[in-house]
C-alpha cells in the first residue's frame, strides 16, 4: 500500500474505535518529509476536465 493509502486506512480505524493514535511529525516511526517527496513523484496526475463528447451515434430525424 502506498503511504496515503496507509494514513487513510488508519484514520478509518481510528474513528472506528480502535484506540490507535497517529504519530506526531518527528516521532519514531512516523513519516518523514521525504517520504511525503517521494510519495508525492509517485502519485498519479489528475486529468483535466474537458468537455464531454457528443455520441456520434445520434438518432437522425
Known amino acids: ?3 496515503y493509502e496507509n494514513i487513510h486506512a488508519k484514520r478509518k480505524r481510528i474513528k472506528a474505535g480502535s484506540g490507535e493514535k497517529m504519530r ?4 519514531k516511526g512516523a ?6 517527496r517521494d510519495a ?3 502519485a498519479k496526475k489528475k486529468k483535466k ?3 464531454k463528447k457528443s ?3 445520434k438518432a437522425k430525424r
Do not use: E, I, V
Not at 506526531?24 to 516521532?27: E, I, N, Q, S, T
Not at 513519516?31 to 511525503?36: G, N, R, V
Open 24 to 27: 506526531k511529525p518527528g516521532a
Open 49 to 51: 476536465a474537458g468537455k
Open 31 to 36: 513519516p518523514t518529509d521525504k517520504d511525503f
Open 1 to 3: 500500500m502506498s503511504l
Open 40 to 42: 508525492a513523484k509517485t
Open 55 to 57: 455520441s456520434a451515434k
